[in-house]
């Protein structure tokens, strides 16, 4: 099939999807997107990132989330605007689309699929975790995972997120506004006891100064500080921010109200999660980091329920317990809502049935994109019993596959997509260091769990491989993608001989080095790529600059490649 037939197949398409689109209902005010974002991004991650993220690094953990902070601000910039200039469900896993063609939304699809499906699984696994505090028999300590109880109990979690959302995006936004409301300030309450107590050296607390100096600020090496922002779940941490894109396409005002939601959500966390690392380094008994012969060997259950119990914060330590069924909670009612529109988007791309994009007439919800992602994440949550082996696996994804988006806003730029309204300054210098740095992120995860992140990768690429031999896609598809590719094997193939868990046949840090300088001489690739792309489907590149609200002739400066 030419290009020309692929156009008007991707316009056909389009229609059908937007017309399944102005069936979602747009009622969210900037407050329930603050609140979908800030109460995804407050949910397993702090009960737990600031312990595992000590374990990697020690107290140079600190170091991990200000880069994972100021990554996670770079991105959420990016997509802030892309969600200005073309606001949709589900517009996470459709900007590759537009800006690169189909190789590229299958590879990125599939993998930020799977990573989305990991959410409620994760945020499950944690309520029971921490329950295990006072129902025995859900949690194997010893494993480190829920045992078959607890893993019913956490699929039964699932299901109830399921059905809270059933019943539509008002609801949805009611419920979760109460419990944000309620969830942000278990962990202000938390920070403020923590750091008053381990400010200074006590008869319970180590204090910051003597635990920092007791075996040094990096013990394990700086190297540990880059390796914690994935494995200790640091990046899935402040993830949360995506669903304030995923769900733009029901806010009542999208270009006014998703760049406030995400600077707030990122703003808001980046400062908390520091607050709660530093009031775990302090706050943690001298005589606990000694028995536990160092920063590795410190291993809680329930890391601040049982620390507040340490400190004789009993009573903080029940709230918290408490707090550890509403926390993620929250976040796997938010991700849950947000995960269906990812489907929802997968299945405009063409990569689901026409039945999973069906919306209900009546609720306004995507049911069918909804049951299917709990079918996968029940299976995972099976497979995977784990809060920590679940969030290393999705923190390698989440970098691979957000770092599109930074090439996909210069792209929808150089072919005039977009007003002065809807774009943010210093964009052009901010994306491009966004996808180097989330390059370096994949480096810096763990060999053997980037090893499990080929699954949806290769799905993605035999999927395109299939379509391409039954002329369901032509050449202008590979070229727009094949950068991709090429970006992927020379990512994995620098990280299978690097320092983190490779071969060590390229020394730190010189395959940091390698990494950043190749990341981005594939950036301008992808973006030439997308731009010579997207410029020859001018038919698709009309709809797109109509929904853009873009007033600018620039039909006439595309040259279509046909």
Known sequence: MGSTGTAQSDISKQADADSEDRKLRKELGLWSLMAAGVGSVIGSGWLFSSMYAAQTAG??????????????????????????????????????????????????????????????PSEAAAVVQYASKWWHGVYDSGAGKLTALGTLVAVLLMALFVILNYFGVKSFARSNNIVTAVK???????????????????????????????????????????SAIASGGLVFAYTGFRNVIELSGEAANARRDIPRAMVVTIGFTIVLYLGLQLGYLGSLPGSELAGATGWHGVNLDSPFADLAKMLGFTWLSWLLIADSSISPSGSGIVYTAANARNVFGLAKNGFFP??????????????????????????????????????????????????????????????????????????PVVAPIAFMVSSLVILWTDWDTLLKTLIPIGIGLVWFAVSFIRGQRDSGDLNGGIWLVVYLIFTYGVASLGTYGGSRAIPAPWDSVIVAVGALFLYWWGVRAGTTYLSGHERLLEVLRSRAGDDTDILSKVEPTD
Not at 62 to 85: C, R, S, T
């Open 354 to 427: 026409r039945a999973v994009m069906k919306v209900s007439d009546k609720t306004g919800v995507p049911v069918v994109a909804m049951l299917v992602n709990f079918v996968l994440g029940a299976a995972m949550m099976i497979l995977l019993p784990s809060w920590h082996d679940i969030v290393e696996v999705l923190s390698a994804l989440v970098a691979m596959t957000f770092s599109i988006g930074s090439v996909s806003l210069l792209v929808f730029r150089n072919v005039g997509l977009g007003g002065r309204s809807q774009r943010l300054r210093g964009m």
């Open 59 to 120: 107290p140079a953990a600190i170091i991990a989330w200000i880069i994972a902070g100021a990554l996670m601000l770079m991105i959420a910039l990016v997509f802030a605007e892309l969600g200005m200039v073309r606001p949709e469900s589900g517009g996470l896993v459709r900007y590759p689309l537009y800006s690169n063609g189909r190789l590229a939304a299958s590879i990125v699809g599939w993998a930020m699929w799977l990573a989305y499906v990991a959410n409620p």
């Open 184 to 226: 942000i300030c278990i962990p202000i309450i938390t920070v403020i006891l923590l750091l008053a107590s381990g400010f200074g050296a006590n008869d319970k607390a180590g204090g910051l100064s003597h635990n920092i100096s007791a075996h040094g600020f990096a013990p394990y090496g700086i190297s540990a500080a880059f």
